[in-house]
């Protein structure tokens, strides 16, 4: 399905766009040589985001309050049940987790998922691991629902504009965050995998709220993200003027990032090719340093264990978090108090609590909001 003024499949990057060879040479030709000659092309990326995904006005912010239910104490922290309208009508779905210890301010951190088959997204052992812990470690968390999964069932997950619809939901869902009493807006943070890495670098290159981002398994100088929900609109090309998601990534230069890649994906050559790419660029700012790279070459697309060991260590650093809340005694990793709960416990909407009225139902009428 085409949507007029949008997507000329020409201008579509889509899948393995590039080569490997051919992503490497991009980059090649598009070398980093000054700030100012950065900033410029920074400026001309973040235009063609927007003007890709018709996104250079953002749409009004409801006005509704959010839905919360649900609450639920757990060993160190909370979770509740979350839905609020993105636009008139849309409801952003997902869970709310939060320390049970009280403090004078809090980080807070966007937790989107990836792709996956049963259990989806957030209610994966994996997310719900990865949210607990770092409540556990006095950050708020929200982990929201790819559109088309979990309780977003309002429209089918592959519907055309999905990217546009999942990038106003991220920054509608860091307006709940930063509303919450307490959240520090100096530590706000995005970390997600696969596709919620595509979510996590697009987030953090039009967000200037976002202060630390983590994008897990998916920044590649070839692969555009094989989802309608990544490359489904025209965001990398405009006639000649072409990028790649290397350089959407590098647009949160100078603020920390860490690059988590694996060797049996589209990240495998991410210690040679993307990484060394977008640290000279933060070099530019005298800031090489706030961009690193944990690259585990025996391991596969996912947020496993060491991946997400990895993103709790830099995430206390540049949030001020409590590591040692979530270690034991020989200072390794213990998520063993996190508790994954059954779908069911975790569902916004049900019998007890059903969808809004006003909630806009099936694909053609919610492209209508858009």
């Known amino acids: 399905m085409t949507i007029k ?3 000329q499949t020409a201008e579509l990057c889509q899948g393995a766009y590039f080569t490997e060879a051919g992503g490497k040479a991009f980059l090649e030709k598009h070398p980093v040589t000054t700030k100012l000659a950065w900033e410029t092309r920074a400026a001309q990326i973040r235009n063609q985001i927007k003007t890709g995904m018709g996104l250079q006005i953002l749409p009004a912010k409801p006005n509704s309050a959010p839905i919360i239910n649900g609450k639920k104490v757990m060993d160190g922290y909370t979770i509740e049940n979350v839905a609020f309208e993105s636009l ?20 807070a951190i966007l937790a989107p998922h990836g792709h996956g088959e049963n259990p989806h997204g ?19 968390v929200f982990v929201l629902d790819m559109v088309g ?27 709940f965050l930063s509303a919450l009493p307490g959240v520090d807006p100096e530590r706000i943070a995005v970390t997600g995998e696969s596709g ?11 967000d200037n709220r976002i202060k630390v981002s983590v994008p897990c398994v998916m920044v590649s100088s070839h692969f ?10 025209p965001i990398h090309k405009n006639g000649d003027f072409q990028t790649n998601n ?15 890649s694996d060797g049996d994906d589209w990240t495998k050559n991410t210690p040679k090719v993307e990484f060394p790419y977008i640290q000279k660029i933060y070099g530019l700012y005298g800031k090489s340093d706030l961009v690193q790279n944990v690259h585990l070459a025996d391991e596969k697309h996912d947020y496993g264990p060491s991946k997400r060991k990895a993103m709790y260590a830099f995430m206390a650093k540049y949030l001020n978090l409590n590591l040692k809340a979530v270690t034991d005694k020989n200072g390794a990793i213990d998520e063993s108090p996190v508790k994954v709960l059954d779908q069911k416990e975790l569902e916004v909407f049900n019998a007890a609590h059903p969808r809004p009225a ?13």
């Open 5 to 7: 003024g949008f997507a």
């Open 88 to 107: 008139p009508g849309f409801y952003v779905t997902g869970n709310l987790y939060r320390p049970v210890k009280e403090q004078k301010s809090y980080a």
């Open 122 to 140: 957030r209610f994966r052992e994996q997310t719900q691991k990865r949210c607990a812990t770092l409540a556990r470690m006095g950050a708020i």
């Open 149 to 175: 999964q979990g309780d977003s069932k309002q429209c089918e997950h592959k519907m055309p504009m999905a990217l546009k619809l999942q990038t106003i939901n991220a920054i509608r869902a860091i307006d």
């Open 196 to 206: 919620g890495g595509t979510q996590t670098f697009l987030l953090t290159a039009l």
């Open 224 to 233: 555009f993200g094989g989802c309608v929900c990544e490359s489904g609109l």
């Open 246 to 260: 290397v350089e959407i990534a590098a647009l949160a230069v100078p603020r920390p990032m860490l690059l988590i």
């Open 358 to 370: 006003n909630a806009v139902m099936g694909d053609s009428n919610v492209l209508g909001l858009l």
